[in-house]
Nanobody, 122 residues
């Protein structure tokens, strides 16, 4: 089992940047694929990015490709999401999640953090 805590959200203007961080507890962090998801008001939770256990594989939603970068440090039990060139449509609560299989599906991630709010003003 793993517990996740996100941080780093905030209010930023269009074109700005933020760095989200997710700290994980537990000795098995390196055995989990990690994902970032987001949920805007009135919308379903959607996939943003994921990174494999060995850090060799990353995958992004088309809407963030080229602007967001996911990274993880297995020694520190952390996974980060760098958000650049932010747009108002990126406004959402951002969640990190852990799962045995690194997919884009919400249901494949049994462990979730509480979320951190990102608001992009126009």
């Amino acid at each position: 089992q793993v517990q996740l805590v996100e941080s780093g959200g905030g209010l930023v203007q269009t074109g700005g940047s933020l760095r989200l961080s997710c700290a994980a507890s537990g000795r098995t962090f390196s055995s989990y694929a990690m994902g970032w998801f987001r949920q805007a008001p009135g919308k379903e939770r959607e996939f943003v990015a994921r990174v494999s256990t060995n850090i060799r594989s990353t995958y992004y939603a088309d809407s963030v490709k080229g602007r967001f970068t996911i990274s993880r440090d297995n020694a520190k039990n952390t996974v980060d999401l760098q958000l650049n060139s932010l747009k108002p449509e990126d406004t959402a609560i951002y969640y990190c999640a852990a799962g045995r299989f690194g997919t884009w599906r919400v249901d494949d991630y049994p462990y979730w953090g509480q979320g951190t709010q990102v608001t992009v003003s126009s």
